[in-house]
């Protein structure tokens, strides 16, 4: 599998995700990039999840479909090409980190996919996280990770 390099200039990976991206802050998108899909993408999944939350993985973001000749996404933007699905706050798009106040750090992990055929969401329910992952297996031609922090006091 190869890997996708995954950056922002918003933060670097394993620091802190800045407040005005958060549910604090103005709650757009980070500004994301990422290196070039390998050849036989039919297109790229973008996905944002807390693993930190209480319960379960958190859903923040999920678009699929995006074009994967795309180099990245602008803040406050939504990926070329992509369809974004409601995130755990029940909104469609972006949902910034918004953990519960002294609950400590939260990671948030950003994922691109590169996948060899598109995936199938259902379309009458929210699908999420660990449903994301499901479909994408056996799918995957490449990946990239990148991890942002955010925690309230």
């Given at each position: 599998?190869?890997r996708?390099?995954?950056?922002s200039?918003?933060f670097a990976?394993?620091a802190?995700?800045?407040?005005?991206y958060?549910g604090?802050?103005e709650?757009?998108?980070?500004?994301l990039t990422w290196?070039?899909?390998p050849?036989g993408t039919?297109?790229?999944?973008?996905l944002?999840?807390?693993?930190?939350?209480?319960?379960t993985s958190?859903l923040?973001?999920?678009?699929?479909?995006?074009?994967?000749?795309?180099?990245?996404?602008?803040e406050g933007?939504?990926?070329?090409?992509?369809?974004?699905?409601?995130?755990?706050?029940?909104?469609?798009?972006?949902g910034?980190?918004?953990?519960?106040?002294?609950?400590?750090?939260?990671?948030?992990f950003f994922?691109?996919y590169?996948?060899?055929?598109?995936?199938?969401?259902s379309?009458?329910e929210?699908?999420?996280?660990?449903?994301v992952?499901?479909a994408?297996?056996?799918?995957?031609?490449?990946s990239g990770?990148?991890v942002?922090?955010?925690?309230?006091l």
């Amino acid at each position: 599998m190869t890997r996708i390099q995954l950056t922002s200039s918003a933060f670097a990976d394993h620091a802190e995700i800045p407040r005005r991206y958060s549910g604090e802050g103005e709650n757009i998108s980070p500004p994301l990039t990422w290196t070039a899909a390998p050849e036989g993408t039919a297109q790229l999944l973008l996905l944002c999840e807390d693993p930190d939350a209480p319960g379960t993985s958190f859903l923040h973001w999920l678009v699929t479909g995006i074009d994967p000749w795309t180099g990245g996404v602008e803040e406050g933007q939504e990926p070329h090409g992509g369809r974004s699905w409601p995130n755990g706050f029940g909104r469609t798009g972006w949902g910034g980190p918004m953990p519960p106040p002294g609950h400590g750090p939260h990671r948030y992990f950003f994922r691109l996919y590169a996948l060899s055929q598109p995936v199938r969401l259902s379309e009458s329910e929210r699908p999420g996280v660990e449903a994301v992952h499901s479909a994408v297996q056996g799918r995957e031609l490449g990946s990239g990770t990148l991890v942002g922090t955010y925690q309230r006091l």
